[in-house]
């Protein structure tokens, strides 16, 4: 398996919400593996929660439970990559995350 992509992003609903993906093509076609917000934890409509890494899984519910009990919560240094503009734009590597590392 590739490099699993993590993004953090903003949003106005659901507050802050972390993206795993399986690849870099795979987050430059916005084909998400799990997203997680303080709403809960969601597998991309494309797979099954068996196709998902238990290490993903794990990270996406505790990404949920930290965002439950702390909406505000700066989960910014889990980002493997961002996007170059607010609405999408290139993927641009920001180092290391904590969020992507081996799925």
Do not use: Q
């Not at 690849?23 to 997680?36: L, N």
């Not at 597998?43 to 702390?70: C, I, N, S």
């Not at 505000?72 to 920001?94: E, I, K, M, Q, Y």
């Amino acid at each position: 398996m590739s490099e699993v992509v993590c993004t953090v992003t903003p949003t106005i609903m659901d507050g802050t919400v972390v993206r795993w993906y399986r690849s870099e093509t795979a987050a430059e076609h916005h084909w998400v593996m799990v997203s997680a917000s303080r709403n809960g934890v969601l597998v991309g409509e494309h797979l099954t929660h068996g196709e998902v890494t238990p290490g993903v899984m794990a990270r996406a519910e505790l990404v949920h439970e930290l965002l439950r009990r702390k909406p505000d919560a700066d989960l910014s240094g889990w980002a493997t990559h961002r996007r170059a503009r607010v609405f999408g734009g290139d993927l641009v590597p920001v180092g290391g995350g904590e969020g992507g590392s081996r799925g």
